[in-house]
């Protein structure tokens, strides 16, 4: 087996060979590769090339790859049988890790990826406030659910239009796109549709157009209009959740939403996302309540050791310090590389999670953030791959670091990107 030979096999049976679009390398050109094993901070693909890996699968892998902890405890789990269907108790020890983890969630339900965490908080927040509306913002992508796959519309405080073939205009009409870090075109959409508006969703820190952090007070912004007006504030945390610290994004910005999304890092690599609110809102899900959610393989006790395994060991070291740190080493020396080559770049990091855009202006929504050159960004993401160093094949992607990446092995990555950088 080798990278082209699973590729090509892969075109036979799965649509553009991959089973999510980005692994196709569609942004970034070139061959994709295959990867076939992980461990601390490096990954091997089916040639047998090694990389360090910044692509931390998109987030989950906090603890870098193959975490003894984590597959000790899937080992022994998965032994016992794979799945029951029926309430297990890994599935109550980690919703009381998500519990003391996270404040403002008082009960959480699991379920198997993030999309699934954000369609059913929205449609929690819709039939608990009984309105229709929901509020997006441009560049942030949470999951492929119909309501929240809406582009913007022409014009700020306008209705979304459908993200893809497939979702008809009257379900993207009742999604409102505006610009991230943009109080005005908030304030302008809840004084057009404030009384019908369910929700506000938001990343807390933009992951999906590249970093984006909030403006200051834009965070807080959210949370007294939503309340002033009668609408949830949901975060996304899919991304930031148990990355930036132990309680996520609203720990570091001090801002409460009433439903938090969770993924990624939550099942440690295992497929889990969950979302979670009071006692009083969570009260409204079947079969507490009467909006229905389900899902066969919600909390799946193999999953839910991963993430177990993986909460433990950030609720315990808490490592944010030394993640911050080691992303630090690694903008601060990606930056001289690029400067010395006199290459216009922005690079926007908030703890452990960073991107390096092509673009000389500052980056602080999706406008901002396209006016980058995505065309130099595949070059130099080809470059590092040849020289052993695996970054989201994407410009509108994070950067992650892992508690597996040591000062040493920042250090190997700096030194690969600059014989990268001079062959670009
Ligand atoms: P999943 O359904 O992919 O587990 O989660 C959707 C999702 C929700 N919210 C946020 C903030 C997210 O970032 C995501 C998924 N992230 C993308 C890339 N950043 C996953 C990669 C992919 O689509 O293959």
């Not at 993200?163 to 505006?178: H, Y």
């Not at 801002?255 to 990624?264: A, F, H, Q, R």
């Amino acid at each position: 087996m080798n990278n082209r030979k699973v590729i090509q096999e892969a075109l036979e049976v799965l649509p553009g060979g991959v089973n999510s679009p980005v692994r196709a390398f569609k942004a970034v050109g070139g061959e994709p590769i295959a990867l076939v094993k992980g461990r601390g901070c490096k990954v091997w693909d089916a040639d047998g090339n090694e990389y360090i890996d910044f692509l931390a699968s998109w987030g989950p892998l906090i603890l870098g790859h193959a975490h003894p902890k984590v597959v000790k405890a899937v080992s022994e789990e998965v032994r016992k049988g794979l799945s029951f269907g029926l309430t297990n108790p890994h599935e109550v020890r980690l919703a009381h890790l998500v519990v003391e983890m996270v404040p403002t969630v008082e009960k959480v339900r699991f379920v198997s990826s993030g999309t699934e965490a954000t369609m059913s908080a929205v449609r929690l927040a819709r039939g608990y406030t009984g309105r229709k509306l929901v509020v997006k913002f441009d560049g942030c992508y949470h999951g492929h659910y119909d309501s929240l796959l809406v582009s913007a519309g022409s014009g700020v405080a306008t209705f979304g239009i459908p993200g893809t073939p497939g979702i008809p205009e009257e379900i993207a009409k009742l999604t409102l796109v505006v610009p991230y870090n943009d109080e005005g075109a908030v304030k302008e959409v809840f004084d057009k549709y404030g009384e019908d508006i369910a929700c506000v969703i938001v990343e807390p820190v933009a992951g999906n157009m590249g970093v984006v952090p909030p403006k200051k007070g834009f965070l807080k912004f959210l949370r007294d209009i939503t309340r002033e007006k009668g609408a949830l504030l949901i975060f996304d945390e899919v991304i930031t959740g148990f990355r930036l610290s132990k309680g996520g994004a609203q720990e570091l910005y001090g801002v409460e939403p009433d439903i938090t999304c969770l993924g990624k890092v939550l099942g440690g690599g295992m497929p889990v996302g969950a979302y979670g609110g009071s006692r009083e809102i969570m009260s409204k899900v079947a079969p507490e309540g009467p909006i229905y959610q389900a899902g066969t393989l919600s909390g799946n006790p193999v999953a839910m050791v991963a993430g177990v395994e993986t909460l433990k060991e950030l609720r315990d070291k808490e490592p944010y310090e030394e993640l911050d740190s080691k992303m630090r080493t690694l903008e601060e020396g990606v930056s001289g590389l690029l400067k010395e080559k006199g290459i216009p770049h922005r690079i926007n990091r908030v703890g452990s999670m960073m991107t390096v855009f092509f673009t000389e202006s500052e980056v602080v929504d999706f406008e901002s953030a396209k006016s980058s050159d995505t065309e130099l960004f595949g070059r130099f993401f080809r470059s590092l791959l040849n020289n052993g160093v695996l970054i989201p094949p994407s410009q509108f992607e994070a950067w992650f670091v892992s508690t597996a990446h040591e000062e040493e092995h920042i250090q190997e990555a700096l030194e690969r990107i600059e014989k990268a950088l001079g062959e670009l």
